[in-house]
Every structure is written in C-alpha cells, then in structure tokens.
C-alpha cells in the first residue's frame, strides 16, 4: 500500500512540476515613435543611471498558479527598463555616458494583474535628474488575458515590451522630462 502511495506521489508531484513554466518577456525592441519623440531635443546630451526599485533584485513575478513571468536573461526588471530606455536615447543621438545630466528611475510599483479578460502591466516611477528635476508618474499599459492561466501569463509576457514601450513614452512626454533636456542643451552649450 504504501509502494502505491508512493508512486501516486511521485506522479502528482511530476504532473505538477510539468505544469509549472517560466514565461520569457522578449528582448526589448525599441519604438520608432520614441526615437523620433526624442529627436526634437537636438543639442540634448543624457546619461542614466542604474535604475532601483522598492523591491530589488526581482527578476521574475509569479503568475496566477501557473508559473513566473522572467525577463530573458534574469536582469531585474528595473535593469531591463533602464536598458530600454538607453537603447532609445542611443538611437535618438541624446545618449552620452559622459553627459552632465543623468537621469535616475526609481519604481514604486513594477508590476502586473491578469485578471480574467482585462490585464494590466503597472507601473509607478519616480523620474529625476542631478539638476533637480523630477516627477512621478504612473503608467498602466492595458491586455487581455485568457481564462486559462497558462495563456493568461503567456500574454502577460507578450505585454510586457509594449508596456515598456508605453512607459517610455510616458516618461519622455513628460513636461518635466523636455526641462531636463533643455538644461542639459544649455550644459552642453557652453563646453
């Protein structure tokens, strides 16, 4: 009897283990309409900071029972932002890591709800400069999920580099993002 129990354990436990997987955000591709939002600040040098967050270090987020969502290669989330962001100020011709102006990203919130039909990528950062600019602004990019988890957190992952894409968009169509690059025209101006 207890051979049986054995073997139905170690079956539930394989079924479950099988059932359980990881769902990869993709590698981050950049945004034509950034790039170009960006290009209106000509002159325009800046750097960015390693992005932190109220919660550090997390590279996955569980979702439903179903399995975590994980960036692709086990960067934090914030670091995969922080990336996405230099990679579009790069290919706008603003990006220098030797500009005088950083800018610097702090997350409130990272996070997402696949709640059945209507999920949500989450996003409350806190943006500044060393020039004593700064807002916070909370971004929420909307997706439908499916009934069924597996799908539901396949979909989450899916979102998640046009959700960063629209976090992008946010912080750069922010008033206070054109001060910090005009004070940095007016840095570079005068070197």
């Given at each position: 009897m207890n051979q049986i129990i054995k073997l139905f354990s170690v079956a539930l436990i394989s079924i479950y283990l099988a059932g359980c997987s990881t769902y990869m955000v993709n590698s981050y591709g950049v945004s034509v309409d950034n790039v170009?939002?960006?290009?209106?600040?000509?002159?325009?040098?800046?750097?960015?900071?390693?992005f932190k967050s109220l919660k550090p270090g997390v590279s996955s987020i569980?979702?439903?029972g179903a399995g975590p969502v994980a960036t692709p290669d086990k960067s934090t989330f914030e670091?995969?932002?922080n990336k996405a962001l230099i990679s579009e100020?790069?290919?706008a011709g603003i990006y220098s890591e030797t500009s005088p102006i950083s800018i610097d990203g702090y997350f409130e919130k990272l996070d997402f709800d696949s709640t059945i039909g209507s999920g949500k990528w989450i996003f409350s950062v806190n943006v500044s400069s060393d020039t004593g600019?700064?807002?916070?602004?909370s971004s929420i990019y909307p997706f439908s999920t499916n009934w069924v988890a597996d799908k539901a957190c396949q979909?989450?992952?899916?979102a998640f580099v046009p959700a960063v894409q629209n976090l992008i968009k946010d912080i750069i169509s922010h008033p206070q993002f054109a001060i910090m690059a005009d004070k940095s025209s007016s840095n570079t101006a005068g070197l």
């Amino acid at each position: 009897m207890n051979q049986i129990i054995k073997l139905f354990s170690v079956a539930l436990i394989s079924i479950y283990l099988a059932g359980c997987s990881t769902y990869m955000v993709n590698s981050y591709g950049v945004s034509v309409d950034n790039v170009e939002s960006m290009k209106t600040h000509p002159g325009t040098s800046l750097s960015v900071n390693s992005f932190k967050s109220l919660k550090p270090g997390v590279s996955s987020i569980q979702c439903r029972g179903a399995g975590p969502v994980a960036t692709p290669d086990k960067s934090t989330f914030e670091a995969y932002i922080n990336k996405a962001l230099i990679s579009e100020l790069k290919l706008a011709g603003i990006y220098s890591e030797t500009s005088p102006i950083s800018i610097d990203g702090y997350f409130e919130k990272l996070d997402f709800d696949s709640t059945i039909g209507s999920g949500k990528w989450i996003f409350s950062v806190n943006v500044s400069s060393d020039t004593g600019s700064a807002y916070t602004l909370s971004s929420i990019y909307p997706f439908s999920t499916n009934w069924v988890a597996d799908k539901a957190c396949q979909q989450v992952a899916q979102a998640f580099v046009p959700a960063v894409q629209n976090l992008i968009k946010d912080i750069i169509s922010h008033p206070q993002f054109a001060i910090m690059a005009d004070k940095s025209s007016s840095n570079t101006a005068g070197l």
